[in-house]
């Protein structure tokens, strides 16, 4: 029994269409691509603006909080009659709460007097004060040379310690013989000099390491007292010297 077709073209349209999408199928967005601001971007030169700025004020800042001053301080322990020089002397950085307190002492940018003799002792890293130099050249100390046996100085003797000067010996026929001089077994004996400074006193490591047998002690001590203390000295026979640390303070 022969089949009906139905119409070709018909069937062919029917089996070609798409088909339909459902009701309430969500659509898949686009995809966008980022774009990177370019330099004529304006976003780009005030971001460039403000980091410019918070420098420029980060930096005054800082400045406008250093308000300390450069002043001159010693580099190590001086005694009083010690003449200072520029090599004695380094540089600190000091807060003073007003500018009477910085009037005390000598500023690194201005120009330091011809001659810093100390009319007292000055510890090292200390600041300079002007009330410590002498007004003028004229001074009535002098500075002394001393060597004394090592035992016979204290360890803790140094540059602008205080210190007792006793001498001991038998009498000569030199002048001021009985000056100050007292036998070794007089313990209530006078000093030949009361609370000098000392000026200049190097280490023990600094006697031992070399060839002298003593401690060379450069003291600081008023002219007219000096005159007495060598006269006693040339008095005396084999005079014994000794040197007593005066406490601080």
């Not at 130099?133 to 046996?149: C, H, M």
């Amino acid at each position: 029994m022969a089949r009906t077709l139905g119409n070709p073209a018909a069937l062919s349209a029917t089996s070609t269409a798409p088909a339909s999408t459902p009701t309430g199928a969500a659509t898949a967005p686009q995809a966008v691509r980022v774009r990177h601001p370019g330099w004529r971007d304006p976003r780009l030169w005030i971001g460039v603006a403000i980091v410019a700025a918070c420098i420029v004020a980060g930096a005054r800042l800082l400045g406008s909080a250093d308000d300390t001053v450069a002043v001159w301080a010693v580099r190590a322990d001086a005694g009083a009659g010690a003449i200072l020089t520029r090599a004695d002397l380094e540089t600190h950085r000091v807060h003073f709460a007003t500018s009477s307190d910085l009037d005390d002492y000598y500023r690194a940018d201005a120009t330091l007097p011809d001659h810093l003799a100390l009319t007292r002792g000055i510890g090292s890293g200390e600041l300079l004060p002007r009330s410590a130099i002498a007004s003028g050249p004229a001074s009535d100390q002098v500075q002394v040379p001393l060597a004394v046996e090592p035992v016979r100085v204290p360890p803790a003797v140094r540059s602008g310690s205080v210190v007792d000067v006793y001498v001991a010996g038998g009498p000569g026929s030199g002048p001021g013989s009985g000056l100050g001089a007292a036998d070794a077994g007089d313990a209530g004996a006078a000093p030949a000099l009361n609370a000098v400074t000392v000026v200049a006193a190097p280490g023990l490591d600094d006697v031992f390491g070399s060839a002298q047998s003593k401690r060379q002690l450069t003291l600081a001590v008023p002219e007219k007292r000096a005159q007495a203390f060598f006269g006693l000295l040339g008095g005396l026979d084999d005079p014994t010297i000794t040197v007593v640390l005066r406490p601080a303070g």
